[in-house]
C-alpha cells in the first residue's frame, strides 16, 4: 500500500510550504513517515509514502506555512499494490479537518 498526499497551490506569486506526519494510529500512535516539500507557484505535486509496514489504520497531518497556504488545496488517498486507487481511502479538500492555520508571514 502506498499513502499519497496531492498538493495543489492556487497561488500565483508564493511558494506553498508543507510538512506532511503520517502515523500508524493502530493501537499506540507512532509515526511512520515525515517529508517536507515546497511547491511551486501555480503547480502541484505528490508526496508519497511507500513501503510502509501493513497498517490497518493511519492518520495524515499535513501542515501548511506561509503566505500561498490560503490558496494551497491537499487531498489523501491510498494506491493498491496494483497502484489503484483505494476509493475508500481518498480524503479530498471538503473533507480534512483543519486544527491550526498558520499566520500569514
Not at 506553498?16 to 503520517?22: E, F, N, P, T, Y
Not at 497502484?83 to 471538503?94: F, P
Request: glycine share 6%.
Amino acid at each position: 500500500m502506498e499513502v499519497v498526499i496531492n498538493i495543489l497551490n492556487n497561488d500565483d506569486t508564493s511558494e506553498a510550504q508543507s510538512l506532511i506526519k503520517l502515523f500508524d494510529v493502530s493501537g499506540e500512535k507512532t509515526i511512520v513517515g515525515e517529508a517536507a516539500d515546497a511547491t511551486a507557484p501555480g503547480a502541484g505535486g505528490n508526496i508519497v509514502f511507500d513501503d510502509l509496514p501493513e497498517l490497518d489504520q493511519y492518520e495524515v497531518q499535513v501542515t501548511l506555512f506561509g503566505k500561498a497556504s490560503r490558496n494551497t488545496l491537499v487531498t489523501v488517498f491510498a494506491r493498491d499494490a496494483e497502484q489503484e486507487l483505494v476509493a475508500a481511502q481518498r480524503v479530498l479538500q471538503s473533507e480534512l479537518s483543519e486544527i491550526k492555520r498558520d499566520c500569514e508571514e
